[in-house]
C-alpha cells in the first residue's frame, strides 16, 4: 500500500509539472522562444535567463517549455497510435488465428526486421518532416512490437476456459473479444506502453539529431539536445535542461504507468 | 502388526515430537504441536485438507521448508539424530539414501531437457561409489520393476514422451533405486486417473515392502488410507486431531472432524423411482458420432492416418436425466462433451437436440441450441474472467435473453442464494476459495435454466469435504431445476453418489451402459470391472466386509 502511494504520488507529480509548463508554454513563456539575441548568446543560468541562453541567445527556459509541448504531442500521440494499432491488428491475429494470422504476421516480421529508428527514416523521407510524419512513422516503427506482445498474450488466453465458457454463454466472437480478451490484454500493454514514450522522447531526438525531426527554429527536447552537442564542454546548461527534462518525464511516466497497471488489475488493487 | 494396546517393541524410523513451523511475520503457527512416530515399514498416511500444513509438515522433515517458513520448535528425529539441528550440507547424506521424496505434480517433478537415464543414475552417482555400468544395469532393473515397457527405450528418453502415470512411476523407480528407509509421498496420485493411481500405488506397496521401507503417504483422499494405510493421523488447521488404526478411524470417527472427513465420502443414494419422461423422446441424441484428429506429420505434404477419438458413438439423454460418463485419461470422454456442444469439431454423425440437428446447423440455430445448454468446467481457477465481478460474471449469460433489467438482476440474486453465495456479487474471483469459485461456475451455468448441462469433472479440483458440499448442491439443484446432465468424472465414488445412469468409455467407444445399481453392483465389461476395482471405496468395503481388513500387502493386491 505504501509503495503503491509513493509511486502514484511522484509520478504524478512530475506528470503534472510538465503538463503545466506544456500548457502554459502555449500562452506564455518568459521569453519568446524564437527570438534571437546574438548578443546575450550562450550564457551561464542567471536572474534574467534562468536556464541560460543558447548559441542564438536565445532563452533556453523558454524554449524547453515550448519544447515540452512539442515533444509530448509527439511522444503521446505515437504512443496512442503504436499501442491502438498493435491492439487491433494483435488481437485479430491472435483470436482469429489461420491464414489471417499468418499474412499479419509475416507482414509484422517484415517489419520488425528492420531496425526501428530505418524504418522511421524511410517513412520521414516520404511523407516530409514535421510533426505529423514524426508520429506516423514512429508509430509505425513502434506497433509492430506491441502486436507481438498482444498476439502472445492472447493466444494464451484464447485458451481460457472463461473464453470458452462466453462461447457457450452464446456471445458472439466480437463480444468475446471486446469483452473477455481485450481487457485481460491491458496490464501489459500498460507497462509497454509507458516504456515506449521513453523510447519514442530518445527516437525523436534522434531524428532530430540526423536532421529529420521536428524542423528548426521550433524547439522540440531532441533537437535542443542534438544542437547542444557541440557546446557540451562551453556551455553545459544547454545539454543538461533537456536531458533532464527527458530524464524527470520517463521517471514520472513510468512511475505513473506502474500504479496505472496495479489499478487495471482487480488483483493487485488489494496487494 | 501392532494393536493400538501393544506399545511398540520397535524404534521409529522417524520419531516428530512438538514440531512447530512458522510463517516469519505470521501471527498463527502453520503446524502447531505435531508428534507422531513411523514404525521401520510402516505405512502411515497423513490426512488433511488443503491448509491443513501436511505438507508442511512433511518439507520439515526433509528441512526443505520454502523461504520465509521456518521451523521454531520441536524435534525431528531419524535414526536417533536431530534433523532439524542439521545444516544444509549435513543434510544431502540424509535426502535421498534416508528419506525420499516423491512429489505431487509428475508434469513438473523430472527435469524435461534431461534424459530418464541420467536422472535416475544422479542420486545412485551422489551417493554410492558404483561404477557407470552398474548404475545402469540397476536403473534398468528397477525400471523394469515398475512395469515400465522397453526400459532401455526409457533410459534414453525425455520426460515428455511419457504419460503422468508413467512419470510418476519413473520418478518413484529413481526414488527407490536409493532404498530409502523412510519415503514420503506427496498426494502422488492426486493427479493422475484411477487406473494409473492403483498402479502406481501397488508399485509403491511392492517397493516399500521388497525394501523394508516406512512409508508416510500425505493425502487427502480418504479411500486411498482406507485401502493402502495401516496407521494414519488427521490434520486440521497444523493441529493434530486424531490419530489411530486404519480401519477405526473410517469407521469410527472418534473426533468431530474426522466425522466431518468420512462423511463428505461419496455414498449411494436410493435410485430415483423410474423417471416416467424416460418414455419420451429423448432430450439429446448421438448417433454414429466420429471426432478424429489429423494425424502426425509425416512429411511435408503427408500427414500419418488421423487418430480416432471418438469412435462412431450413440448416445441418449432424456430431459431431467443425470447421466455419468466415466473412463480413464483418454478415453475420450472430456472430447466427447465438448463434441457434443459443438467446442470441439466433431467429423460425421449426428448430434440431434430436440429433434434438431446441431452438429451442421448455421449460426442462428446453433445460439437457439447454446441458449438451451451449458457447460462447467473441471479447473474454477481459469473458468472465471478475473477482471469481473461475480455478479457480472452471473449475470452474463442473461444478456442473450428478453428481459428488463430488473428482471435479470433479481434472477441473478436469485441463482446466487440457490448456491449459497449472497451477498459475494461485489467479489472478484481472486477473493474466494476454490469451491466457492466453482460455485459462481455452477451459477453462471444455471442462470439461465438450461435444459441440458454437461459437467467436466465439475469437483475433481476441489478438497474433499468441498467437493462433497458441491457435489450434494449440484445434485440438489438439477433436482430443483430437472435440467438432464451430462456428468463427466473419472472419479466412480461421486459417480456413484449422483448418476442416474452410468455410461463407461474406452478409447473413444461406449463398453458399458445401464442404471446406476446395475453397473456399480454387477459390471459386465473387463473395463468397468478394473475401474471399479480401482475404486477406493473404503465405505462399501468396510461395510460389507464388516471386519479389520488384512495387513497391507494382501490388501493391496486383492
Not at chain 1, 529508428?117 to 508520429?135: D, H, Q, S, T
Not at chain 2, 532404498?179 to 506427496?186: E, T
Not at chain 2, 502406481?200 to 493402502?228: E, F, S
Request: aromatic share 6%; with cysteine; glycine share 8%.
Amino acid at each position: 500500500m505504501k509503495k503503491f502511494k509513493t509511486h502514484t504520488l511522484v509520478g504524478g507529480v512530475l506528470v503534472a509539472v510538465l503538463l503545466v509548463l506544456a500548457v502554459v508554454a502555449a500562452v506564455w513563456t518568459p521569453y519568446n522562444p524564437l527570438g534571437i539575441d546574438l548578443r546575450s548568446k550562450l550564457q551561464p543560468p542567471s536572474m534574467a535567463h534562468w536556464l541560460g541562453t543558447d548559441e542564438f541567445g536565445r532563452d533556453v527556459a523558454s524554449r524547453a517549455m515550448q519544447g515540452a509541448a512539442t515533444s509530448c504531442l509527439v511522444a503521446l500521440l505515437t504512443v496512442a497510435a503504436a499501442t491502438a494499432i498493435g491492439l487491433v491488428v494483435g488481437v485479430v491475429a491472435g483470436f482469429v488465428r489461420g491464414w489471417t494470422d499468418r499474412v499479419l504476421m509475416a507482414f509484422n516480421d517484415t517489419l520488425l526486421a528492420f531496425p526501428g529508428l530505418l524504418l522511421a527514416l524511410g517513412v520521414m523521407v516520404i511523407v516530409g518532416a514535421n510533426k505529423w510524419g514524426i508520429v506516423l512513422a514512429l508509430s509505425l516503427a513502434y506497433a509492430p512490437s506491441v502486436v507481438r506482445v498482444v498476439r502472445g498474450t492472447v493466444l494464451s488466453l484464447r485458451e481460457r476456459e472463461y473464453v470458452e465458457a462466453s462461447r457457450m454463454i452464446g456471445n458472439s466472437e466480437i463480444y468475446t473479444m471486446w469483452r473477455h480478451i481485450l481487457p485481460n490484454c491491458m496490464a501489459p500493454v500498460a507497462v509497454l506502453a509507458t516504456s515506449m514514450f521513453g523510447w519514442v522522447l530518445l527516437s525523436e531526438s534522434a531524428l532530430s539529431f540526423l536532421g529529420l525531426g521536428v524542423p528548426p527554429p521550433a524547439p522540440t527536447w531532441g533537437n535542443m539536445l542534438a544542437s547542444a552537442r557541440p557546446y557540451m564542454a562551453s556551455a553545459v546548461w544547454l545539454c543538461v535542461v533537456p536531458g533532464l527534462c527527458i530524464a524527470l518525464t520517463l521517471l514520472g511516466i513510468n512511475l505513473l504507468g506502474e500504479s496505472l497497471r496495479d489499478r487495471l488489475d482487480p488483483r493487485t488493487e488489494k496487494a | 502388526m501392532n494393536t493400538v494396546t501393544n506399545p511398540p517393541v520397535l524404534p521409529s524410523v522417524l520419531s516428530v515430537e512438538h514440531l512447530k513451523i512458522e510463517l516469519r511475520h505470521g501471527t498463527q503457527p502453520l503446524v502447531h504441536d505435531l508428534s507422531f512416530d513411523v514404525k521401520p515399514g510402516e505405512f502411515l498416511a497423513v490426512v488433511g485438507e488443503s491448509g491443513s500444513g501436511k505438507t508442511m509438515a512433511a518439507r520439515a522433515i526433509l528441512q526443505l521448508l520454502p523461504p520465509g517458513i521456518s521451523q521454531t520448535g520441536g524435534r525431528i528425529i531419524f535414526d536417533g539424530e536431530d534433523l532439524s539441528t542439521r545444516d544444509v550440507k549435513a543434510m544431502r547424506p540424509i535426502r535421498g539414501p534416508g528419506i525420499g521424496m516423491v512429489f505431487q505434480e509428475p508434469m513438473v517433478s523430472l527435469n524435461p531437457v534431461h534424459r530418464i537415464g541420467e536422472q535416475m543414475a544422479e542420486g545412485l552417482r551422489m551417493h554410492t561409489g558404483l561404477s557407470a555400468e552398474e548404475i545402469r544395469a540397476r536403473s534398468l532393473d528397477m525400471l523394469r520393476r515398475v512395469q515400465i515397457a522397453d526400459p532401455e527405450r526409457c533410459m534414453h528418453a525425455y520426460p515428455h514422451e511419457f504419460s503422468g502415470g508413467m512419470r510418476q512411476r519413473i520418478m518413484l523407480a529413481s526414488v527407490m533405486l536409493l532404498k530409502p528407509r523412510l519415503l514420503i509421498a506427496d498426494e502422488p496420485t492426486t493427479a493422475l486417473d484411477t487406473l494409473s493411481q492403483r498402479e502406481v500405488l501397488d508399485l509403491m506397496v511392492g517397493l516399500a515392502r521388497d525394501n523394508g521401507t516406512a512409508v508416510l503417504l500425505i493425502t487427502h483422499n480418504l479411500g486411498l488410507v482406507g485401502r493402502y494405510a495401516q496407521r494414519a493421523i488427521v490434520l486440521e488447521k497444523g493441529r493434530l486431531v486424531e490419530t489411530g488404526d486404519v480401519p477405526g478411524i473410517l469407521v469410527e470417527p472418534k473426533q468431530a472432524y474426522t466425522r466431518k472427513l468420512v462423511d463428505a465420502l461419496p455414498r449411494r443414494q436410493p435410485a430415483k423411482a423410474a423417471n416416467p419422461a424416460q418414455q419420451q423422446q429423448p432430450l439429446v441424441q448421438v448417433r454414429g458420432l466420429c471426432v478424429s484428429y489429423p494425424g502426425a506429420r509425416a512429411g511435408l505434404f503427408k500427414r500419418n492416418a488421423p487418430v480416432r477419438v471418438i469412435d462412431s458413438l450413440d448416445l441418449d439423454i432424456h430431459p431431467g436425466e443425470m447421466v455419468a460418463l466415466v473412463g480413464g485419461s483418454g478415453s475420450g470422454k472430456t472430447t466427447l462433451g465438448r463434441a457434443i456442444l459443438r467446442l470441439a469439431p466433431s467429423h460425421s454423425g449426428q448430434i440431434l437436440f430436440r429433434g434438431e440437428d446441431v452438429r451442421t446447423a448455421d449460426r442462428a440455430a446453433l445460439h437457439r441450441f447454446r441458449l438451451a445448454c451449458q457447460l462447467v468446467f473441471q479447473d474454477p481457477f481459469s473458468s472465471l474472467d478475473p477482471r469481473m465481478r461475480v455478479q457480472d460474471i452471473v449475470a452474463e449469460p442473461l444478456r442473450h435473453l428478453p428481459a428488463f433489467d430488473a428482471a435479470r438482476e433479481r434472477r441473478m440474486k436469485e441463482t446466487l442464494d440457490e448456491v449459497g453465495l449472497d451477498g459475494l456479487g461485489a467479489r472478484y474471483p481472486h477473493e474466494l476459495s476454490g469451491g466457492q469459485r466453482q460455485r459462481v461456475a455452477i451459477a453462471r451455468a444455471l442462470v439461465r435454466r438450461p435444459a441440458f448441462v454437461v459437467a467436466d469433472e465439475p469437483v475433481s479440483a476441489l478438497d474433499m469435504t468441498i467437493q462433497a458440499q458441491v457435489l450434494r448442491l449440484f445434485q440438489s439443484l438439477q433436482q430443483h431445476h430437472g435440467f438432464a446432465c451430462l456428468f463427466i468424472s473419472h472419479d466412480l465414488a461421486a459417480v456413484e453418489q449422483i448418476a442416474d445412469r452410468v455410461i463407461v468409455m474406452e478409447r473413444g467407444r461406449i463398453v458399458e451402459q445401464g442404471a446406476r445399481d446395475a453397473v456399480f453392483d454387477d459390471p459386465r465389461h473387463a473395463y468397468t470391472q478394473a475401474l471399479l476395482a480401482a475404486t477406493p471405496r473404503p465405505l462399501a468395503t468396510l461395510a460389507s466386509a464388516g471386519t479389520a481388513p488384512s495387513p497391507v500387502p494382501e490388501k493391496a493386491f486383492a
